[in-house]
């Protein structure tokens, strides 16, 4: 699976964004898929993700502000960001997982984003 990532970029506080990433597999067979981040020296987190069970995840950091979405025409995720932080600086991966006979977890190239005045 190939995942391939756009949008990023610098933003100021308060700002919008929004990323994209699209899948080289058809998402009806990716059993999860969203966004993780990594900030500076600190651990990659989940962000945000449509999960096996057919529901999202978000982050308590991002609840209310970020808005994950799916076109699965496109075979595409995105995250609409808004009142960006200054600690949602860091780079975003774009993830899925597939099941076959065991997980397999794919990563896109990941793009910075930039918080800041």
């Known amino acids: 699976v190939q995942l391939q990532a756009s949008g990023g970029g610098l933003v100021q506080p308060g700002g919008s964004m929004n990323l994209s990433c699209s899948s080289s597999r058809n998402m009806y067979t990716i059993n999860e898929m969203g966004w993780y981040r990594q900030a500076p020296e600190k651990q990659r987190e989940l962000v945000a993700g449509f999960n096996r069970y057919g529901t999202i995840d978000y982050s308590d950091s991002v609840k209310g502000r970020f808005t994950i979405s799916r076109d699965y025409a496109k075979n595409t995720i995105s995250l609409a960001m808004e009142n960006l932080k200054p600690e949602d600086t860091g780079i975003y991966y774009c993830?899925?997982?597939?099941?076959?006979?065991?997980?397999?977890?794919?990563w896109g190239q990941g793009t910075l984003v930039t918080v800041s005045s």
């Open positions: 993830h899925a997982q597939v099941q076959v006979m065991r997980t397999w977890d794919y």
